[in-house]
Structures are given as C-alpha cells and as structure tokens.
C-alpha cells in the first residue's frame, strides 16, 4: 500500500520569508510519480509539479523549488520569498506505475501575513 | 484550452431531490475523475472513466450515479443524498499514458448541501 505524510498541519509565516512544505512517501513499486498541488481558497486543485521514480534532479520554478530525495523518501516543496497569493493548502500526492489512483497527503495550509 | 469546467459552483438539494453535477474538458483527455472533498481533508477518489467506460468505483454508495456521455462530458447524478453527502465535489481530467502516469487537472468544483 502507498502512504504520503505531510507531518506540518499548518504553517504560518511572514512575507518574503522563505517556507519549506515536508512530504515523504512510502511505497514498494520502484515505478511511480509524486505531485503537489496547490488549493486556494477557491477550492481548485491547481496542478504545480509532477516527478517520476527516477528523475531525482531537483527543480525550480520562480520563487517554486522541490527537492526529491529517494534515499529518505521525501519530497520537499520550498517557496522562496514567499507573498500572500501563496496561501493555500497544498497537497503532496503519490501514484505507483499502472495505477489510476492518486493517495494524496492531508495537505499543509500555508498562511502568508502580510 | 487547458481548462477542467463544472456546473453549478454551488447546490443545494433536500434529501428527497434529484440533480445533476456536470463536468466538461476539451484538453483531449480520455481519462476523467470524480472527487469528494470534505472540510480539512485531501480529496477521495469517488469515480475513474478511461475511454468512457467505467475502471474505478471506490464502493460509492448507489446514491450517486456517474455518467459519461463522451470523452468530454462527466456527470454525477445525485439522488436521495444525506447530511453528510454535503462537501466540495471536483471533477479531473488527465491523458491516458501506457508508460507513464499525468497529471490530473481539476475543475474549480461544486460546493453540495443537503438539507
């Protein structure tokens, strides 16, 4: 069975300070993808980063950077200078080769103040 | 177009009513979803279409009924829901890939009451 963590409930941070989201995964299959998503309050799930098995090249987007780590099963998501608009909730999800099935994380709520 | 629509934003329905959710994608996607999102919580997989037949039903109660007329239509038949039936439903799209899995994209949802 698949299992993704997000251990921070919830953060709350100051603007333009730099905030790292925690994901680690648990899963037997040696094929599979991780996603973050991003949910504001609007409610759409909106699609940020997707990651296979084995591309552990970290990546970076803008303000927007992940570090995948095989060796301790994580996923880290970091948003450099961080601005209001981030405040969201945000998901990790995990799904094995084959499978149809996203096992998303309980998701951290991010609150950016002003 | 890269966009995932759903009709209405909003429902709200008595326990005796029959309605409808509508999802629509035009990205040439042949994979469609339906979610149930409470509160607090990471969305459930409800329903999965892959080439508009039916691959995945996670022991849905038969109180809803999918639907999913073509590749880019998804219905949700709602009938005699309860209470607790009430929760942001969203709908997701996603290429169908032989040796790879994509991202899913989501609609911006329906936010369902019962009464």
């Known amino acids: 069975a698949q299992k993704v963590t997000q251990a921070q409930t919830e953060i709350s941070v100051v603007e333009k300070e730099d905030v790292t989201l925690d994901c680690v995964y648990e899963t037997r299959d040696t094929t599979y993808y991780l996603f973050w998503y991003k949910q504001p309050p609007s409610g759409e799930l909106v699609f940020l980063i997707r990651r296979n098995s084995f591309d552990e090249q970290n990546e970076i987007s803008g303000r927007y950077s992940w570090n995948f780590q095989k060796s301790t099963s994580s996923f880290n998501f970091t948003i450099t200078a961080s601005q209001v608009v981030d405040s969201a909730v945000y998901f990790c999800?995990?799904?094995?080769?084959?499978?149809?099935?996203?096992?998303f994380g309980q998701g951290t709520r991010l609150t950016i103040n002003p | 177009d890269t966009e995932v629509t759903q009709t209405p934003k909003h429902l709200v329905m008595g326990m005796t009513n029959k309605k409808s959710l509508k999802c629509e994608q035009h990205m040439g996607h042949r994979a469609m979803y339906w979610y149930k999102q409470k509160a607090k919580k990471p969305p459930e997989l409800m329903f999965v279409y892959s080439y508009e037949k039916l691959s995945i039903n996670e022991s849905v109660p038969s109180r809803f009924s999918p639907e999913c007329p073509n590749s880019s239509l998804l219905n949700l038949h709602l009938h005699a829901l309860q209470p607790e039936d009430s929760a942001l439903y969203l709908c997701?799209?996603?290429?169908?890939?032989?040796?790879?899995?994509?991202?899913?994209?989501f609609g911006p949802g329906t936010r369902l009451t019962v009464l």
């Open positions: 997701a799209s996603s290429q169908e890939g032989r040796n790879s899995y994509n991202e899913q994209f």
């Open positions: 999800a995990l799904v094995i080769q084959g499978a149809q099935k996203l096992v």
